[in-house]
């Protein structure tokens, strides 16, 4: 009888009343919408999806998104022996503390420049210091036009990547911090994003307009996250090989 409580409690009308939607109106997970990614070619997404795992501890999302673009460019190696790059030795890989201590668990996170100076940290340790990184960090709705244009040059081939850091609440209505994920597709004609979530104890990849986008690239990061307060978002791109 002890266990009867709590069962109708959770189906009672209040308590499904309080509970909040998994989304906010400003994401839509892929599960309710994929024909784009069925009727295009989407080369970003089926090229980079299969290697976008869960971050590692709640602070590694900056760690989890770099593995995903390597492995993503480099493809599946081909032999048996040939293990996938995991988070964990990405991170033993570059040898850089500093990175190792702010995605453990309890840590600080990254700042946007540290997310692009990891990055190219990680390409040069991976044996791929020929790709240029280069970001775009917005600072108003002016910029919209450049983003577009880096998401359009991102879409046209999986031989780049794009890392996003952005507010998540702002996408997802819910947690109110910094996040970072890898773009897997742009719709140009919806204008729209798909972000590969890395955050997988909470959520799948999912849709969202690129003025939500914008919001949450240029939202101040709030007091409540210490040494990230005030950091904004941004784009940073791994380019295609030089020469």
């Known amino acids: 009888m002890r266990l009867l409580l709590p069962l109708l409690l959770a189906a009672s009308p209040l308590a499904a009343q309080d509970a909040q939607p998994k989304l906010g109106p400003n994401a839509v997970p892929i599960t309710a919408d994929n ?15 299969p290697f976008v795992k869960p971050q590692f501890t709640t602070s590694a999302c900056s760690i989890a998104t770099v593995t995903a673009a390597l492995n993503g460019l480099t493809g599946l190696l081909p032999h ?13 890989q570059t040898g850089d503390p500093t990175w190792a201590a702010l995605s453990a668990e309890g840590g600080d996170g990254v700042t946007f420049q540290q997310l692009a100076d990891f990055t190219a940290l990680a390409l040069a340790a991976d044996g791929l210091a020929d790709r240029i990184v ?4 917005p600072t108003d709705d002016a910029a919209i036009e450049d983003v577009r244009a880096m998401l359009a040059e991102n879409e046209a081939t999986a031989d780049n990547a794009i890392l996003l850091y952005f507010n998540q ?22 204008d729209r994003v798909l972000i590969l979530e890395v955050d ?3 959520y799948i ?5 690129v003025p939500v986008l914008m919001e949450a690239m240029t939202k101040p990061t709030s007091a409540e996250h210490g ?17």
């Open 134 to 137: 280069t970001v775009l960090q």
């Open 80 to 92: 048996a022996e040939d293990q996938v790059m995991t988070q964990q030795a990405l991170l033993a």
């Open 227 to 243: 040494p990230l307060e005030g950091e904004t978002g941004g784009l940073v791109m791994i380019g295609a090989p030089v020469g």
């Open 205 to 209: 990849p999912y849709w969202t307009p």
């Open 169 to 190: 609440g702002v996408v997802t209505g819910d947690w109110d911090g910094p996040h970072i994920s890898l773009i897997g597709a742009y719709d140009a004609e919806a």
């Open 35 to 49: 024909a784009w990614l069925r009727d295009t070619p989407a080369p970003d997404y089926w090229a980079f999806a």
């Open 200 to 202: 997988q104890e909470w």
